[in-house]
């Protein structure tokens, strides 16, 4: 009689582990820590796995939701053990992980006008638990740079681009979102607004024009300042500019263990 037999359960004889499967793009609201306002609401693309053993035919894909919606009116990601044993539990599972990617606004002030806008800001959280539980946060930081060297060789201007620096990292201590956004910042050669005035174009234009980076400056700017962070025991920053004059990009990377050299 059809129905009766639980295919997922079947015995699989060709002896292949699959490292994760799972649902991937599962849009669903969660909080996040917000250092001013203390949580902020927004909405992640979630991916949620577990490895499957050689000799189990298929996953309960259904469970993973089950699993999440028990979450609903909590703080997912400051409840990630506790979620991810669950899915271990609930689908019988020695390793769980989770990747969680979200806006997150930050109210940026004008820096002449005052005038305030919200900046999105791309932030992810990977997550797995076996033997132990580890984290990763990430954050993509938009910002200005304007390059050395087209100021150096021109008696008028120079040319400037939008970049995004990206940095992944795990700590021990917890660090705010604003912290990392911040630090980024500083180390470009302007950051990004989503509303400017005249007054306030003549000061980042200015700005970015007395402060040129190179994407290989960015990254070593960003990497000293984390490597005094004492929370921090890993991160990789890379930096890639969307030049104004060529129809390619520019890119650098530097990962750092900490203690390593």
Not at 51 to 61: I, S
Not at 218 to 241: A, M, P, Y
Request: hydrophobic share 35%; with cysteine.
């Amino acid at each position: 009689m059809k129905g009766k037999i639980d295919i997922q359960n079947l015995k699989d004889t060709r002896k292949v582990t699959i490292n994760k499967v799972g649902v991937k793009n599962v849009q669903y609201p969660i909080i996040v820590e917000d250092r001013k306002n203390k949580f902020q609401n927004t909405v992640a693309d979630l991916d949620i796995y577990v490895e499957l053993p050689h000799h189990h035919r298929g996953t309960h894909m259904s469970r993973f939701l089950e699993v999440l919606n028990h979450f609903h009116k909590e703080n997912l990601i400051g409840n990630l053990p506790e979620f991810l044993a669950e899915i271990k539990k609930a689908l019988n599972a020695d390793y769980s992980y989770v990747n969680i990617r979200f806006p997150y606004f930050i109210n940026k002030i004008a820096p002449i006008s005052k005038t305030k806008s919200l900046l999105s800001y791309n932030c992810f959280f990977k997550a797995s638990l076996g033997y132990e539980f580890k984290m990763k946060l990430g954050v993509e930081v938009p910002v200005t740079t304007l390059c050395p060297c087209s100021k150096e060789i021109s008696e008028n201007g120079a040319h400037s681009q939008r970049s995004v620096v990206s940095i992944e990292l795990s700590y021990h201590d917890f660090i705010w979102l604003e912290e990392i956004i911040e630090t980024i910042e500083k180390c470009a050669s302007c950051e990004i607004y989503s509303l400017l005035k005249r007054v306030d174009e003549k000061y980042v234009t200015e700005k970015a024009y007395n402060n040129p980076r190179f994407v290989e400056d960015i990254v070593r700017e960003v990497t000293l300042e984390f490597q005094k962070d004492d929370r921090i025991d890993w991160f990789k920053v890379q930096s890639e500019n969307f030049e104004s004059i060529h129809n390619h990009n520019a890119y650098a990377c530097v990962e750092h263990f900490k203690g390593k050299e």
